[in-house]
């Protein structure tokens, strides 16, 4: 065992190499062999907190050691990276260091020798193959029911019977270990066995549920086996320690649940005190499961040369118990005297050979025949076929001569009956406990020299070794042992004697002492290893309510877990009967093989490039047909126990999905939802979605704040409302700058994002990209968002509402050309007013209607989009009010009655409302807001040079100066020195001479203007100034005296004003006090010199109302009146 001592020593300098660069003539401290303090708590605690830490690096113990600084100059390349990524050298001596400690209990036994030099012993892993894998797994699959019920099994179901249930459940068993060979031969499994590999391998989901099933498996096997153990006890080592009187069976019960209870709690103590007790006192317990196998042949052996003298006594053809008496005959010859035997007062009144006696007993003759005739008597052939029958039915002998009674009596009689109804099924319930234990060596991977070669071989042949005892007794006791014999579960026919016990040589009691003592160390396996079970699981973290049983004594014995565990195989014990526990731990067992077997298929058929086991004998259809008879076992075994078992695993399932720690843990769900997920895709781009499966696919344009922050959590709260979880949402926010600067801007706003969707119950994706400018950014997001099938028809916006106050016009020109282009990419947009006072997810209107304002049609979606919101249940009990509107020439009465129909026929339910608009004059108030709108436009264009403008200016006048520096000639032009070309723009304006007519015009010219129309004398006060000045003379004027100027509008202006404001009266009079008004949202200019007034007659259109929602349809119907 090595030794490790720990002196002190001065921490070395950055250029000091290792202990192993030395050559180990220094003395390391443990930092630097195990790692930093912080290793040293994984060291103790192995499961502790959460795996991801170390599962996130590729490399096995990756933390710097120290090393910050790469001295040598052979690799200076790459020295800059040396901290992320470590020289192969330094990675492979730390994989030749790296020791699997993570399992179970470690023990570190520290002492101080009399210098005071601290030593630690650490075990390292030395088993091999046949001591750390294939004797474990022996010892937990040959226990309980090989010695107490497989005799009774194969009188019960015959040789072909029983022959046909071992061979189901160890075929079972071999494809579940050549799965879980394949699972753990693919990387390192530390403790937890079953539970780590399906949960790294199907997700802690999966991972979670099976783990307790496993759990509860063990610990219900813990139960099997402490009633098992007790059985033995009272019905062969000491009959007589009875509390209940013994007869009847509730009593024998009773008996059970007492013993029972005293045994889990001595049990419990023994691995409270130290499971290493446990552990030296496993071998003695597999000695006696091999001592009792051999003699269990030796006595087969013996058989053909002698049979053993045991007889069973028959009346008729029924078997009777003969405990209560030794002569199998009516009467006998004392002294010349013909008196009754110790049989005459079982089956009459007196013991007097004139007493009235049981009609059966009278008519029939008693017979004795050989318990074991032999192994070459032939009575194979008798013991081929099943002998199913019901509850109390009599165990008799086949070909006898029976005379059948005329009545049956009352009377007690020692006849032996079936305790239970025995069928097919149920045997296969009973029987399949016997099977498990597979998982015994790879629990213990942690103390294997090589695990990747010692799990697959040592499993495999423990299988193999184990199914040929199984199958081999099975012939053996049906061509040895009387067939009712074999139906005599308790051995009440051979003087209360196991039945394997009277075919064992040189004993019975071999097999009564070799079975006990199994039957305890098995129990006390089952109590050490589930509750450790349940610690890994807690400490996992991935079920928020075991966290308690994560933590125990000092040393890491999970104490908590220990008590949970007594608490639940109590209730086992109290059930008193091992035929009913059974079935039970089958199906939990039959679940965890089952998951194992759908893992390896799962990893097998996805190829992940992680998947490259070492046991190479394995395929996915072993693997999916050992899954299918698993779940075949299980409804074979027990339909409703099945039933309960799934549901179990499903309620963990959903609670871990919903409740449990998120985990990436790299599992096969994952590839296998993506694998899934790309043939989805891949199916829906083969055609357009029909009308009937529409819906909105939204993608959300967010705003951030100055600290990356949602800036309208509302805008998610009405996604939610729309969508209500359903089809696609796709949040997204657009920063600008360039990605190698703002990187880190863009992660922290996606997880604001993700944060604010997760506020909001949004359920959907979000996305941050950077973009030298937002509207390019909006571009690229209509464009390229979603993928495949699943891209987005839909785009959600929040009004602009400081686009009037904002200095540049960048605010509205980015908006009206999100608005082109997602007309131009055939998309609906929604563009919603106010939308904080839009109400949140936990508000609910009591009343009030939504209206919409159908306009013109644009294919359905304003009708579509109250119905959507009415299923949440915010907007639940708001009514639908539809409003349209009639022209001069239109028969308003005539529209409403269609306009009814047509919803009708949509299956909506909604008030239908026709307005009236004719045709008036233009109001004086309808001149003023034009001339308002086109005055205010002029003043800005006056005021304020675009960006590309100037940036043509000042590469106008940086040619010019080249041009004349080639010339070489003197310009007429007085070139501005460098520095003045270079000017900040909050320093100096460049502006066209005031003399041209209006800002258009100027444009015009600034592209052919010679350098001597631009002049670089105006500062920044002067044309503050200036502004001021403009702004002055534009009040002063006088409002009253503007008709005259009515003249010069536009009249399309004019018009397109006329026609926001009078929709804009009909709409605030009629849906002023609604809830949430629908208006279509008329498309901008084609020409975009009118860029400017359309914002304008938006604000107009929705003045006077709070919440408005603006939409524009893609272009395609979204709403049909089909089936």
Avoid at 342 to 355: I, M, Q, R, T, V
Avoid at 1018 to 1038: C, F, H, P, Y
Wanted: hydrophobic residues 40%; charged residues 20%; glycine residues 8%.
């Amino acid at each position: 065992m090595p030794t490790f001592t720990v002196v002190p020593v001065e921490d070395a300098d950055d250029g000091s190499n290792s202990a192993g660069a030395d050559g180990g003539t220094k003395p390391v401290s443990l930092g630097k062999i195990f790692g930093e303090d912080g290793d040293k708590e994984n060291l103790q605690e192995p499961h502790s907190g959460d795996d991801g830490q170390r599962e996130s690096s590729a490399f096995l113990n990756s933390e710097n050691d120290g090393e910050h600084y790469y001295e040598g100059k052979n690799m200076a390349l790459f020295e800059e990276e040396m901290d992320s990524n470590p020289m192969v050298s330094s990675l492979l001596n730390k994989l030749a260091n790296y020791t699997n400690l993570t399992q179970g209990v470690r023990e570190h036994e520290e002492a101080e020798n009399e210098d005071g030099i601290r030593q630690i012993t650490v075990m390292v892993p030395q088993m091999g193959t046949f001591i750390g894998v294939y004797l474990p797994c022996m010892q937990n699959i040959l226990g309980v029911i090989l010695f107490l019920r497989l005799t009774w099994m194969v009188g019960t179901a015959g040789i072909l019977g029983s022959f046909a249930i071992v061979s189901m459940c160890c075929i079972c068993t071999l494809l579940t270990a050549i799965s879980m060979s394949a699972i753990a031969t693919n990387g390192v499994v530390p403790a937890g066995g079953s539970y780590y590999m399906i949960s790294r391998s199907l997700g802690p989901e999966f991972g979670g549920a099976v783990g307790l099933c496993f759990y509860l498996g063990t610990t219900f096997a813990g139960s099997l086996y402490i009633l098992g153990t007790i059985e033995i006890l009272l019905t062969y080592i000491v009959p007589t320690a009875t509390v209940f009187e013994e007869g009847e069976d509730a009593a024998m019960l009773n008996n059970m649940r007492i013993y029972g209870t005293c045994c889990l709690v001595l049990m419990a103590l023994v691995v409270f005190v130290g499971v290493k007790y446990v552990n030296k006192l496993a071998l003695v317990f597999l000695a006696c499961v091999v001592l009792s196998i051999m003699a269990t042949y030796a006595g087969v052996i013996k058989t053909a040369i002698g049979p053993p003298e045991f007889n069973v006594c028959l009346l008729g053809n029924r078997s009777l118990k003969n405990q209560e008496f030794e002569t199998c005959a009516k009467t006998e010859v004392v002294k010349n005297l013909t008196v009754t035997t110790e049989l005459w007062p079982l089956f009459c009144d007196s013991k007097y050979p004139n007493a009235t006696c049981d009609e059966y007993f009278t008519l029939n003759n008693l017979t004795e025949i050989k318990a074991i005739p032999g192994l070459l008597s032939g009575v194979i052939k008798d013991n081929l076929w099943g002998h199913y029958g019901p509850a109390g039915m009599f165990i008799e002998k086949e070909n006898q001569p029976s005379v059948p009674p005329q009545e049956t009596t009352k009377v007690y009689k020692p006849y032996l009956i079936n305790d239970i109804t025995t069928y097919f099924t149920l045997l296969v319930g009973i029987y399949f406990p016997s099977v498990t234990g597979i998982m015994a060596g790879s629990n213990r991977s942690g103390d294997l020299r090589d695990a990747q070669r010692s799990i697959p071989i040592g499993t495999i042949m423990a299988i193999l070794t184990t199914s040929f005892i199984y199958i081999s007794f099975v012939v053996l006791f049906g061509a040895c042992i009387e067939g009712v014999v074999l139906r005599d579960k308790f051995g009440y026919s051979v003087k209360k004697i196991p039945v394997i016990g009277i075919l064992a040589w040189p004993s019975p009691w071999v097999i009564v002492i070799g079975s006990f003592f199994s039957c305890c160390g098995a129990g006390l396996q089952s109590l050490t290893g589930a509750p450790r079970l349940l610690q890994a699981i807690a400490r996992d973290g991935i079920i928020p309510f075991l966290q308690v049983f994560g933590h125990g004594k000092a040393n890491g014995e999970p104490t908590w877990a220990l008590l949970l565990t007594v608490g639940i195989c109590e209730i086992g014990i109290l059930i008193a009967s091992l035929d009913d526990v059974a079935p039970i731990l089958s199906m939990f067992f039959l679940m965890c093989y089952l998951f194992v077997n759908l893992a390896c298929a799962v990893q097998t058929l996805l190829r992940t490039p992680n998947w490259r086991p070492r046991f190479k004998f394995y395929h996915w259809t072993l693997s999916f047909l050992g899954m299918s008879l698993c779940l075949s076992l299980m409804f074979i075994s027990s339909w409703y126990y099945a039933l309960v078992a799934m549901v179990i695993a499903g309620c963990i399932y959903k609670y871990i999905e919903y409740r449990g720690a998120v985990k990436e843990w790299g599992d096969g769900i994952r590839g296998l939802s993506l694998n899934a997920a790309r043939y989805a895709l891949i199916r829906l781009e083969e055609a357009p979605p029909h009308t009937k499966n529409w819906r909105p696919q939204v993608l959300v344009l967010c705003k951030l704040d100055s600290d990356l922050a949602v800036k309208h959590h509302r805008l998610l709260s009405f996604t939610t409302q729309l969508k209500a979880g359903k089809g696609l949402t796709i949040v997204c926010s657009v920063l600008e700058g360039t990605y190698m600067t703002r990187g880190n801007d863009a992660k922290t706003g996606e997880q604001n994002l993700k944060a604010a969707m997760a506020a909001e119950r949004t359920k959907g994706f979000s996305h941050v990209v950077v973009s030298s400018n937002l509207r390019d950014g909006f571009s690229l997001l209509i464009q390229s968002a979603g993928l495949g099938g699943m891209k987005h028809n839909t785009v959600l916006m929040a009004w602009p509402v400081a686009w009037k106050q904002a200095r540049d016009s960048s605010a509205r020109r980015n908006f009206i050309e999100t608005v082109r282009e997602t007309t131009a990419a055939h998309q609906a947009l929604l563009v919603a007013k106010n939308i904080d006072h839009f109400p949140g997810n936990q508000e609910r209107l009591k009343e009030g209607t939504i209206d919409v304002w159908w306009i013109v049609h644009d294919g359905g979606l304003l009708m579509l989009l109250p119905f959507l919101l009415s299923q949440h249940k915010v907007w639940r009990k708001c009514k639908m009010r539809i409003f349209t509107v009639a022209q001069m020439d239109d028969n308003s009465i005539q529209m409403k009655k269609d306009l009814q129909m047509f919803l009708y026929h949509l299956r909506l339910d909604a008030v239908v409302e026709v307005v009236e608009m004719h045709d008036s004059d233009i109001s004086a108030f309808t001149y003023e807001k034009t001339l308002m709108m086109e005055q205010r436009t002029q003043m800005l264009k006056q005021m304020q040079l675009s960006r590309t403008e100037r940036e043509r200016e000042i590469q106008s006048i940086t040619d010019v100066s080249r041009g004349s520096i080639k010339r070489k000639k003197p310009s007429g032009v007085v070139a501005p020195p460098l520095n003045t070309l270079c000017i900040p723009e909050d320093e100096a304006q460049l502006i066209h001479d005031r003399n041209t007519a209006s800002h258009s015009t100027a444009n015009d010219k600034a592209a052919g203007a010679t350098p001597d129309r631009v002049h670089m004398t105006w500062t920044k006060d002067k044309l503050i100034s200036e502004r001021n000045r403009q702004r002055e003379g534009m009040a002063v004027k006088d409002m009253f005296n503007m008709k005259p100027e009515w003249e010069n509008l536009n009249q399309s202006n004019v018009r397109r004003m006329h026609t926001a404001v009078k929709l804009n009266e009909v709409v605030v009079k009629k849906s002023c006090e609604s809830e949430l008004v629908l208006l279509n949202m008329p498309g901008p200019p084609k020409n975009k010199k009118g860029d400017e007034n359309y914002m304008e007659f938006l604000e107009v259109l929705m003045e006077g109302l709070d919440r408005v929602l603006l939409v524009r349809g893609g272009g395609r119907e979204v709403i049909t009146i089909y089936s």
